[in-house]
């Protein structure tokens, strides 16, 4: 039956991007069938009435470590490389049980931030760990979003002069074997789709450049996406310069990781010739301010990168680096970053939700589908209760949403489904998996040792 969301007010992020007060939006199906200008309703027609509160597009998160959910607040005053070298073989203790647990902990607590639409970037496969890939596409299904999973490699390890430890790492082989096998079973091109796959050698210092080189290959074989950590800090630029004699992205580029179907996590180290090389090819940026700054890598150059046309949206990163992974937080942190970073006008409100909206859905390649309140497009919206006392009063919808507390979210919806109500996930029973969260938690710390 339809569903009419009265009395809000609607933020479109349309083309025109048009603010629409007190309007009636219209879902039928997974689609979103009439903005203003309503058609005659059946009489089954549920009705939601969305006074006092903004309606946006669900926001659109491009880069996260669903599995860190269950390893959040392990080396929490150290830097990138330290933070890495400490959890890994806590990582290396990681199976489906843990997976499928930090997936759903992680979903359920995204979609409580806005998201409807989430890529998760998993790149560590201990022989021993089972279908974990599996598990966490399980999990989606479960909570509900739509879900772009990248399947993560690594085969570079310490005894090779990368940073895991040998025994996350796989052969090149092992790795498009998998890369093949995961494409084939769950990749759903088509326009409504609530799975698509990409490809994602984890970084410069723990993949080979073959395997970089061969799953380039392999994606554009497969019609798949391709997404890596770049240009993060300033030990990458130096593993880089030490390695390979260049920048990180000049060696990407060299290994044909440039083009509309890339997109890099971080990018705070991007130079100015950079920036216009990523415009020219519309090669994508998941900027992760929150994790940037957890880890003192610096701020990325959200204003330059914007200007220059390079798309951009916006990522939490792992839990392990965010212990929050609010993603409205993440527009409301790029606003402050770039502005700590550029003075007053680098970032306006509405250019932060447009990075969170339309921008992060141009980066997965979804924004025929998703990303905006538009006829025609798929029904992933986020009713936002603004009538509280923490925002009411503010008379700027928008500034409300980025530079306010996030609000309670009063419904959302994800291809149409409505997967919230009232602050509420009606798809999972996030007190038990609150438990579950805690005793994988226990389990994995203890198996490290
Ligand atoms: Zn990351």
């Not at 929050?324 to 606003?335: F, M, N, P, Y």
């Amino acid at each position: 039956m339809p569903t009419l969301i009265e009395n809000a007010h609607v933020i479109t992020v349309d083309a025109d991007r048009r603010e629409l007060p007190d309007t009636p939006v219209l879902i039928d199906g997974a689609r979103i069938v009439a903005i203003g200008d309503l058609p005659t309703l059946p009489a089954d027609t549920v009705r939601v009435d969305g006074r006092g509160c903004a309606l946006t597009p669900g926001l659109v998160n491009t880069h996260h470590h669903l599995y860190q959910w269950v390893t959040r607040g392990l080396a929490a005053d150290h830097t990138l490389f330290e933070w890495l070298t400490r959890l890994y073989p806590i990582w290396a203790g990681i199976d489906e049980s843990a997976v499928r647990t930090a997936a759903l902990g992680g979903l359920a607590h995204l979609a409580l931030s806005g998201a409807t639409t989430t890529t998760d970037h998993h790149y560590v496969f201990p022989a021993d760990g089972g279908d974990l890939l599996g598990a966490e596409i399980d999990a989606a299904h479960t909570v509900g979003l739509r879900f772009h999973p990248t399947r993560g490699s690594m085969d570079l390890s310490e005894k090779d002069g990368g940073l895991p430890p040998d025994s996350v790492v796989q052969t090149i082989d092992e790795i498009l074997t998998a890369g093949a096998e995961v494409v084939a079973k769950w990749h759903d091109p088509s326009a409504d789709s609530m799975l698509r796959v990409a490809l994602a050698p984890c970084s410069p210092f723990s993949v080979t450049t073959q395997l970089l080189t061969e799953t380039a290959t392999q994606a554009r074989e497969l019609g798949v996406r391709l997404h890596t950590h770049l240009a993060e800090s300033r030990d990458e630029n130096d593993y880089c310069a030490e390695h390979f004699g260049c920048t990180p992205l000049q060696y990407m580029e060299s290994v044909g990781w440039v083009g509309d179907d890339v997109w890099f996590a971080h990018g705070v180290e991007f130079t100015d010739d950079e920036i216009t090389r990523l415009a020219a090819t519309a090669t994508g940026v998941a900027h992760c301010p929150t994790s940037n700054a957890r880890l003192g890598n610096g701020i990325c150059r959200t204003r330059d990168l914007v200007d220059a046309g390079v798309p951009v949206g916006l990522g939490v990163d792992g839990a392990a680096s965010n212990e929050s992974c609010r993603l409205l937080e993440e527009a409301h942190q790029a606003v402050l970053m770039a502005r700590a970073r550029g003075g007053p006008t680098a970032l306006t409100t509405r250019a932060a939700l447009e990075l969170a909206t339309i921008g992060g859905a141009r980066v997965l390649g979804r924004e025929a589908d998703t990303g905006s309140v538009e006829v025609g497009k798929l029904a992933d919206l986020v009713l936002w209760d603004l009538s509280t006392v923490a925002h009411s009063g503010i008379d700027d919808p928008v500034a409300a949403l980025v530079l306010g507390a996030i609000p309670p979210i009063a419904s959302s919806w994800v291809n149409g489904r409505q997967i919230i109500a009232n602050g509420e996930i009606l798809t999972v029973d996030v007190d038990l998996v609150a438990a579950d969260v805690a005793r994988e938690h226990r389990r994995l710390v203890a198996k490290a040792g």
